[in-house]
């Protein structure tokens, strides 16, 4: 069974783009996190998705944004990048079966904004 | 409001022996859960070990074992015979709503496994 993918590996921005990352979840899996993770900030969750629909969301501004498709997977945006945005982005599902607590990740996205 | 401490920045411990990472949390709700994750250098996070609020016994998995003591609010990972490849960064997170997967992390533990 494939693990969580995400793409791209590494990303480099300027400040005042925007980028969009992409995470492919488990097979089966419905839900989509995604969180930031920073040397001084540790990891913050960023938002939860369930079956296309947001469902939790953490203290972004909003810049921050994302979606879940059909197949559930998932995309989620910034905008107006800044400098503070650099981060390693991951990406984890979890199945709503009962019993199955733990979240799979993915290898994350590092983006570097310049 | 949801928290999650760990007190120990970097640890060091010698191959083949045990280690213990500790965990503190506060949650006002009675239902939560609390995991422990491993991040090598390569970044992926890895899952180690649950264990539910309401859970009679301490989890175990394979070398990993988790010392609940919930009136303490404490979750402390105890790694057995520690490898080589133990060696990397530990957090202990912690789902305070079993239908959410909103999951709060910890600062984190560097455990450096010395030959």
């Known amino acids: 069974k494939a693990g969580v993918t995400q793409t791209p590996r590494y990303l480099i921005k300027t400040r005042g783009q925007q980028v969009t990352l992409s995470c492919s979840p488990i097979?089966?899996?419905?839900?989509v996190s995604w969180y930031q993770q920073t040397p001084g900030q540790g990891l913050q969750f960023l938002f939860e998705y369930f079956s296309e629909t947001q469902r939790n969301k953490g203290n972004f501004p909003g810049r921050f944004s994302g979606r879940q498709f059909s197949n559930s997977r998932s995309e989620m945006n910034v905008s107006t990048l800044e400098l503070g945005d650099s981060a390693l982005y991951l990406c984890?599902?979890?199945?709503?079966?009962?019993?199955?607590?733990?979240?799979?990740f993915g290898p994350g996205t590092r983006l570097t904004v310049t | 409001a949801q928290k999650i401490t760990q007190t120990q920045p970097g640890m060091f411990v010698q191959e083949k022996e045990a280690v213990t990472l500790d965990c503190t949390y506060d949650t006002s709700d009675p239902s939560y859960g609390l995991f422990w994750y491993k991040q090598p250098s390569s970044g992926e996070m890895i899952f180690l070990i649950y264990q539910g609020s309401y859970d009679q016994q301490n989890a175990t998995e394979g070398r990993y074992s988790l010392n609940f003591q919930k009136a303490r609010k404490s979750a402390n990972l105890v790694i057995s015979a520690s490898q080589l490849g133990d060696s990397a960064m530990y957090f202990c997170?912690?789902?305070?709503?079993?239908?959410?997967?909103?999951?709060?992390f910890g600062p984190g533990t560097s455990l450096s496994v010395i030959p």
């Open positions: 097979s089966g899996h419905r839900s």
């Open positions: 997170a912690m789902r305070d709503d079993p239908q959410h997967d909103k999951v709060i």
């Open positions: 984890a599902s979890s199945s709503p079966r009962q019993g199955i607590h733990e979240q799979y």
